[in-house]
């Protein structure tokens, strides 16, 4: 009788589990990426070609944000999933910069400073080692910054304000963040 009493749980919690687990995540058929209970992350309107980001940077003197990314990284689904989304964050993108983003395992060809690169191939240049990586290119086309690793959504709002309103020239990071929440 334990025995069927302990099955019988055992099933009734699974089954319950199903029913409260995770954010479902499924690609449709216009390129965005549906979370239930989350925003549309519609990447095709966030992102930007990298070619085009740079040709604008140049023209209205945003920066350019590059986000690295490789489809197997978890942290970086974390991104689209948590951050991204987020209206902070999307304001503070569209304030400051031209976001792209790049599969670090793409053979698909860029140029960048004059030179033709597979994604990948970039990805080495920047010497990116962990995933996800940004990389903040500033309107003339040269890398100022690099941050790796994932960031919840209010530390990652304030290091696009920190970079994208220029603070980074006068103040160290942990400095701006302190005043911003003061």
């Known amino acids: 009788m334990t025995k069927f009493y302990s099955g019988f749980l055992t099933f009734i919690l699974v089954a319950i589990m199903g029913l409260i687990g995770g954010p479902d995540v499924r690609p449709s058929k216009s390129n ?11 990447h095709d309107t966030l992102w930007q070609p990298f070619d085009t980001a740079l040709s604008k940077a140049k023209t209205d003197h ?17 991104m689209d999933r948590n951050v991204y989304p987020k209206k902070e964050v999307r304001e503070a993108l569209n304030k400051y ?15 960048f400073d004059g ?4 994604k990948k191939s970039l990805s080495n240049a920047f010497g990116i080692k962990k995933l ?14 690099q941050q ?10 304030k290091l696009l304000d920190f970079v994208g ?14 005043n911003k929440t003061s």
């Not at 920066?63 to 970086?76: G, I, R």
């Not at 996800?132 to 910054?145: D, Q, V, Y």
């Not at 790796?148 to 709002?157: A, K, V």
């Open 32 to 42: 965005k990426v549906i979370h239930q209970k989350q925003q549309i992350v519609d």
């Open 148 to 157: 790796p690793g994932y960031m919840p959504p209010d530390i990652f709002t």
């Open 62 to 78: 945003k920066m350019v944000l590059v986000d690295f990314y490789a489809d197997w990284c978890t942290y970086c689904k974390k």
């Open 132 to 145: 996800p990586t940004i990389i903040f290119i500033n309107s003339n086309g040269k890398p100022i910054a």
């Open 115 to 118: 030179k033709t690169y597979t």
């Open 97 to 111: 910069f031209h976001p792209v983003r790049i599969n670090t395992e793409s053979n698909q060809k860029i140029t």
């Open 165 to 178: 309103s220029g603070a980074y020239k006068n103040t160290s990071f942990n400095k701006y963040k302190v």
